[in-house]
């Protein structure tokens, strides 16, 4: 276990336990430094595999600000690491699955930090992601210890879950639920398993934190506060990552970012499906044809979904192969764009002057991120809560254009719907109300986390609750 940094005693302390897949663990590592820099110590609990994962690849704060994190990285736990199927008829990761099942170990070494950290510290605030409740749950027999759970969706998702969930208890605006997605085939039975048992421990905590603003939701997060959903109270502390990025040293700077720096501003799109996804073999050469004829400069990220451990098997750099392109794709487009096919800095690419919209999964984490940055998005949602994502990004906060529709087969997204989506976004007459709409949400949030803003003031009001005598 490794303890460095940060202080062994403290008035009050926050212990975070993430769920350990990767849009989890890094939202949560950010509200960590968040919560650091206001001179509250912080413990971050993980196994050693997820705690390093996360580190190595979190953006935007410097050194001395993570440093500051007391991590503790448990090494006993052992769980299969397959690796992901690209053709599976759900795309859900259920190949993470063992990882999930094996995460709930760390109710034992869990219990044991908190019974210490409780014999010297005034509180002991938990922030546990909502997949990790069984695993503190036995907070409930210290006196001086309270728990938050964190939803790693938007507050669209979780309100429209809890909502259905609770036997819809009042009128929504049918035009909302028109288009609302359907959670058919967003996840496995097992998961869906999971999520339930899970969800059950929610009862004991004092509130529930999310990464979004009120800027972004507020309709939807004022109806997250209406009695019939939740009696706890609710906060919005984010956006958690940063919103201005440092750049890095000339040398250390990924080749990528090299390669923006010689584009026109907002001139490339960005193509990312995050760490959960993989593609199949049509889809990527359908989506490569549809880049190519759309002749917008593009960052393509083509690696598989993270394994289990993402050190072991392919390792960090999960490259697919290149007979997947269509033949000369590469040749041909030396000019117009790059691929990467190692892990990428996603913040930092949104953040950079060329990066003019982001091809997207629609993960919220990846939502966050590019909603902070003024960056429009081309939605192509594949499980879990993307769907509703997208269409909160599509057709109702209307900063983004839709590549696939969520329906209820299992379509195929072809080249020229790629084309279409990217034109529009990018360069079409049509779009410029989606660009401009993205560039205005980002400066509001950005302004909200400024001093005074909305979004700093509500973090402030919850450094104070939870430092409150």
């Known amino acids: 276990m490794d303890s460095k940094g940060g202080s062994s005693e403290a008035e009050v302390v926050v212990l ?35 705690s390093r994962q996360a580190r190595r690849r979190v953006q935007g704060w410097d050194h001395v ?35 999930f099942e094996a995460s709930l170990l760390l109710r034992k070494p869990v219990g044991e930090l908190l019974r210490k950290l409780s014999a010297t510290s005034r509180r002991v605030v938990i922030i546990h992601d909502s997949m990790m409740g069984s695993v503190i749950q036995d907070f409930v027999n210290l006196p001086n210890a309270e728990s938050y759970t964190f939803h790693s969706v938007s ?36 998961f ?25 939701e507020n309709h939807f997060f004022e109806l997250l506060t209406k009695p019939e959903i939740s009696k706890k109270r609710q906060w919005a502390l984010g956006p958690f990552n940063p919103v201005i990025i440092n750049a890095a040293e000339s040398n250390s700077r990924h080749k990528c970012l090299k390669w923006l720096d010689m584009q026109a501003p907002r001139s490339a799109i960005f193509v990312s499906f995050g760490t959960t996804i993989s593609l199949s073999n049509e889809e990527i050469r359908e989506l490569a044809i549809g880049l190519e004829k759309s002749e917008v400069k593009f960052l393509w990220v083509l690696r ?46 949104l953040g950079h002057f060329a990066t003019g919209g ?18 429009p998005i081309a939605a192509w949602p594949v499980h879990s809560d993307q769907p509703r994502n997208a269409v909160l990004i599509t057709k109702i906060l209307k900063i983004g254009v839709t590549v696939k529709e969520w329906g209820p087969g299992n379509e195929s997204v072809r080249s020229c ?20 709409r993205a560039a205005e949400f980002g400066g509001a949030v950005r302004s909200s986390v400024a001093e005074g803003g909305a979004a700093h003031l509500e973090f402030e009001s919850f450094i104070s609750h939870i430092n409150r005598y």
């Open 16 to 50: 975070m336990v993430p769920f350990p897949s990767q849009g989890h663990l890094n939202q949560l590592l950010h509200l960590s430094c968040l919560i650091s820099a206001q001179g509250v110590a912080v413990h971050y609990v993980s196994t050693a595999t997820h």
């Open 65 to 99: 600000t993570i440093s500051n994190i007391v991590f503790h990285e448990y090494t006993s736990l052992s769980f299969q690491s397959p690796p992901p199927d690209p053709h599976a008829s759900i795309k859900f990761p259920s190949h993470l699955q063992p990882l």
């Open 155 to 190: 507050a669209f998702s979780i309100f429209f879950f809890l909502w259905e969930k609770k036997g819809r208890p009042f009128s929504i605006d049918s035009e909302i639920l028109e288009i609302l997605p359907s959670l058919e085939r967003c996840f496995t039975t097992e």
């Open 192 to 216: 869906g398993r999971f999520i339930g048992k899970q969800h059950q421990y929610k009862k004991f905590n004092s509130g529930e934190i999310y990464n979004t603003s009120r800027v972004i």
């Open 304 to 349: 598989d979904a993270d394994r289990g451990d993402v050190f072991t098997g392919t390792g960090e750099e999960d490259k697919r192969p290149t007979d997947q392109l269509p033949k000369g794709f590469e040749e041909r487009n030396q000019e117009n764009g790059i691929i990467v096919r190692d892990w990428a800095p996603q913040l930092e690419i």
């Open 358 to 375: 982001f091809l997207s999964h629609c993960g919220w984490n990846s939502c966050m991120e590019s909603i902070s940055m003024g960056v």
């Open 417 to 436: 719907g790629v084309e279409r989506a990217l034109r529009k976004l990018m360069v079409s007459k049509e779009g410029e109300e989606v660009r401009k």
